[in-house]
Every structure is written in C-alpha cells, then in structure tokens.
C-alpha cells in the first residue's frame, strides 16, 4: 500500500463520518421543528437563524452536565454500554455509498467508508450489536425501569430482524439474478440498479421488491426504537426506559446513536430499494460530481421524514400488538414475499420446471 | 385492510397540520417576550392611581380601599391639603398609598370601593421582583404622571410596553357611578390614564335622558 492509498481510505472515513455527523445535527433540529409543525407549535427557534444550531446548544449543555453514576450500577458495563451504542451506528453508515466515485489523478475514490463484499450482513451484525448496547445499559444501571426497557428491547430487536433480514435476502437475491456478482456489497446493489425501464421507470428495487420494501420500513422503524415502536423508552410508561440512569455525555452519545441509526437506516433503505445516488446527472463537471451525492440525500431524506411523521401521527403500540405484529404478520409476509420472489426469478432464469 | 385506512388518516391529520402551520394559519402561539397577546378589556393587572386632566389626584385619602381589600394589602394615610397649593380637589389627599402586591389578590374591590375612581387597574402583568421590598408599591410607583403615563418598577424593561400603559384600562368606565345628566360635557373621571379626550359611550345620551325623566317623575 502506497501512501496515496492510505490517504484515500482515511479520507474517506473522515468523509463519511463529518456527513454522518453534519445530518445528525440537522435531523435532531429538523425533527423537533417537523414535529412541532405537525402540532401546531413553533418549535426550536432561539439558537441560530430559525433554531438551526439547537443540536449544537443541546449538545455543549449535556458535554457540560455532570454524568450521574448510580451507586448500584455494575460500572464496567454502565460506562461501555454508550460507546456499544455509538460504535455500531458509525460503523453502519460506513457500508453505505452515498455518492458516485470520482478519480483523483490515477486513484479513484470511491465515496464511502469502506466496500465490503460482505456489507449487509456487516450491517445486520453491527444493528444486532447495538442491541447489547441497549440491553447492557438496562441491566448494569441496577434500577428496575431501565431493566424493562432492556428486556423490551430485546425482544423487539429479534422479532424485527428477522422481518428485516428477509426483506434483505430478497434484494439481495434479485440483485443476484441481474447478475452482480457481489449483491452483498452495497456498492454493486446500487450499481445493479442503474438504468430506467423504457426509458422512464428508474430501474430502482422498489418496483419489482415492493413488499419487501414496506416490510424493511416497518422493521427498520422498529430496529431504531422510534415511535410507534419506542417501547424500549417509553416516557409515559418506564420514565426513560433503558437510559433513565444515564446522564450528561453518557446520555448524550445514546441520543446521538438513535439520531445517527435512524439515517444511517433511512440511508439504507434509499440504498436497497430507491437506487442509492443514481439519478440523472447533468451540466458541468462539478455539478455533476455533486449530483448523485444530492439524489441520495433527498431519497434518505424522503425516509427520514417518513420516521418523523409517523412519530408525530401514531400512538405507542402496546407490547403484545408489537410481538403479534413482528410475528404474525412480518415475518410471514417477509417470507411469502421471498419464496413469491425466488420463485418469480427462478421462472425467469431457467424457465419453467415442466417446460 | 381498516388499520391501513386509518393509518393514512392519521397521516393526513398530521400532514395537514404541517402545512397549515408552515404557512401560518395555524401557529397558536404567541412568543410572548417579544410579542404581547392582547389582554381582554377588563384584564384584573397592577394598579394605578389617576390623576385628573388637569393634573390633580383623585385619591383623597379617604381609606375605603383599604377597608374593602379582602387581603388587607392596601395601607393609606391621609392628608390636610394646602389650602393654597391643593394636591387633591376635596379636603383631603393619599399622603401614604402602600399595595403590597405580594398579597393582591386582584380583586378589584378596591376599585370598586373607591368614590373618586382614583384607583384603577392597567393591564401590567410584569410584576417579578427578586426582594420583598420591591414588591410593595408606593405611591411614587402608582401614582401617574401629569401627561397620565403610569411608572414601571422597571422602565428600561424590554418588557415595560408603554403603549399599553397609556391605554390601560376600560372596565372602569362600564361600572362608574359617575355620569349623570346634571354633568354632561364636564369631565368628572377618566377610566384610561392620560388626555382626557374620549367620545361618550354610545347609549350615553339615552341613558342620562333615562335619568332625568325618573328625577322628573
């Protein structure tokens, strides 16, 4: 390795992280603001140009506070548990492309933390390590409401990825039957899906994948304990769930871990099923270097605020309607839709078994 | 297939709103420091003690206010006028008028009480004070000035809007006993500090005639 290419890898996670961050900040401010619209209220606007910096002032006052230590915590995994939280939600954003790859002198840079062939499954690992996160921080703060919400999260996080890995294999095997060679890697799903059906219909996979599609958004919702799946911290029912005893920057970096989780999936999503940065690209060179960077982001952000308005629209689900609906209706449908569609491929590829 | 339905509704309930709030149609909130909402006419705010246009006081120390607070918050002490330099028209005057409005309860008993209409409220609300001290005011802050501008505790106060200060108050003037025929063109009281110079109330010829016809009778 030549130091031009260690430069480009760290440029690249720097690249991703500073935009992982810069949304983070804006989301947290968008979603107060949205959902304040949505109830009628104003919402932040004291700190910057309509409330724009409030993320920046939430976060210096939590760096400020005194981070609380419970007398009965078990300290080792009290102190772990927020950087299990923070760890996988970078690591998660890292997989995903967000813009199309541009050439500096020989080298080509692609824009996105790191291509891994293996890059779903790497997501699903990492979104199943920040379960422990939750559910390290429920048990070790030694206090009975942040031990429901572990539990609750746990159940919650295996029932919904399950119903989210099989809407997973399904793109991936449609992926694998346009002839990717590599339909794990996010990189070639985004690339499979270049292109428009006669000319109009973007080739995204929400079209042929649209059941698996609506099956990912409810998980995905579910996986990053947002209402109307936030059992895990319900306010009203177990004070702040599996957080209650954290405070200062300890709280600080699970707050972050949900914001940061709740765009790295929507970015996900945008990924799978909507054709990540492809779009149409045009004008000079610069704009159109820019562009696909810009595609991705109104994608996402069309899912980011699919998470918000259904936040500010629907009620809490009681716990057995989670599991019952996880299971029950999820996962079955998640599993029709993947037979329907292998077998759909299968007629395609090799024609009819009878024929 | 219902729950779907409802869920789209509930969508459109919230989507809605967004937009009637994004165009402002719907914000019900006042950010009030910056912006006051306007107060009903006869808002119960601190008091203040009017003068008459020709700059005398009404109050002419007569205790009744202070007899009729429920919360026994109103301290007044009388007054020998100067015979040559008057600071009251009738014998007497508020030499001392203390409202401790730690105590106020806002009644407007005083008002009432009062024969001379000398004490009225404003529609000041702003009253915090960080001492006890502070929040018994003296005849200095209630009484009015000679243009009928009402004293703030706090007159650099951002929050002292002293618009509102000289349109202070209405209800006086509904309940007046003041009025009467015998009277028509002189001005006897005023219900809003400052110039004396509002038009009589629309029914107020019908009901002076209403008067003299029952004197008559």
């Known amino acids: 390795m030549t130091w031009e290419e260690i430069a480009i890898v760290v440029l690249r996670v720097v690249m991703t992280f500073v935009l992982l961050l810069l949304v983070t900040v804006i989301n947290v401010w968008a979603e107060r603001k949205i959902v304040a619209d949505m109830q009628s209220r104003i919402g932040p606007n004291r700190a910057g140009p309509w409330g724009i910096l409030q993320t920046v002032a939430d976060g210096l006052k939590l760096f400020f506070k005194e981070s609380v230590t419970p007398r009965k915590v078990e300290l080792g995994m009290y102190l772990l548990a927020p950087f299990l939280a923070v760890i996988p939600a970078f690591l998660i954003f890292m997989m995903v492309p967000w813009g199309a790859p541009f050439t500096i002198g020989e080298y080509e840079v692609a824009l996105q933390g790191a291509d891994l062939h293996i890059g779903l499954l790497f997501i699903l690992a990492m979104s199943s390590m920040a379960v422990y996160a939750v559910v390290l921080a429920g048990w070790s703060s030694g206090s009975k409401y942040p031990l429901i919400g572990g539990v609750r999260a746990t159940a919650q996080a295996i029932s919904y990825e399950a119903a989210m890995g099989l809407a997973m294999v399904a793109v991936v095997l449609w992926t694998a039957s346009l002839g990717s060679e590599n339909a794990l890697s996010l990189a070639s799903i985004v690339e499979a899906q270049q292109g428009t059906w006669g000319g109009i219909i973007p080739r995204w996979n929400i079209f042929p994948q649209v059941a698996a599609f609506v099956v990912f958004l409810i998980a995905i919702v579910a996986e990053t304990n947002r209402a109307p799946f936030d059992l895990v911290e319900a306010e009203q029912e177990i004070v702040g769930g599996f957080h209650t005893e954290y405070s200062g920057m300890r709280f600080a970096m699970f707050f972050l871990a949900e914001y940061v989780n709740i765009f790295s999936m929507s970015a996900i999503a945008a990924t799978l099923f909507l054709g990540g940065w492809n779009g149409p690209t045009f004008g000079p060179p610069i704009v159109a270097a820019v562009l696909p960077t810009i595609w991705f982001l109104i994608k996402t952000y069309v899912i980011v605020f699919l998470f918000f308005w259904i936040r500010a629209t629907l009620p809490r689900l009681r716990y057995d309607q989670l599991m019952s609906l996880g299971w029950k209706r999820l996962i079955p449908a998640a599993l029709v839709w993947l037979i329907v569609s292998t077998v759909a491929i299968g007629f395609r590829q090799f024609g009819a078994p009878w024929s | ?217």
């Open chain 2, 1 to 217: 297939m219902g729950l779907l339905t409802e869920f789209f509704k509930g969508l459109k309930v919230t989507g809605g709103t967004m937009l009637r709030t994004i165009t402002g149609r719907e914000v019900v909130t006042t950010e009030y420091p910056k912006e006051m909402r306007e107060k009903p006419q006869r808002f119960h705010g601190r008091h203040v003690l009017n003068r008459y246009p020709d700059g005398m006081e009404k109050c002419i120390g007569c205790e009744l206010c202070a007899g009729a607070c429920p919360a026994h918050c109103i301290y007044v002490r009388g007054m020998d006028n100067d015979p040559e330099a008057p600071t009251s028209p009738g014998e007497r005057f508020g030499y001392v008028y203390e409202i401790n409005m730690l105590r106020c309860i806002f009644c407007g008993l005083c008002v009432e009480a009062c024969p001379t209409e000398a004490i009225t409220m404003t529609h000041l609300f702003e009253m915090s004070t960080t001492n006890r001290e502070d929040a018994i005011y003296t005849r200095e802050t209630l009484l009015m000035d000679t243009q009928g501008n009402v004293p703030h505790m706090f007159p650099d106060d951002p929050l002292a809007d002293q618009e509102e200060l000289l349109t202070a108050d209405g209800w006086l003037r509904a309940t007046a006993s003041s009025g009467a025929a015998a009277y028509e063109g002189v001005q006897m009281w005023q219900g809003t500090p400052g110039p004396a110079d509002w038009d009589p109330e629309p029914d107020q010829d019908a009901r002076d005639s209403k008067q003299s016809d029952d004197a008559d009778g």
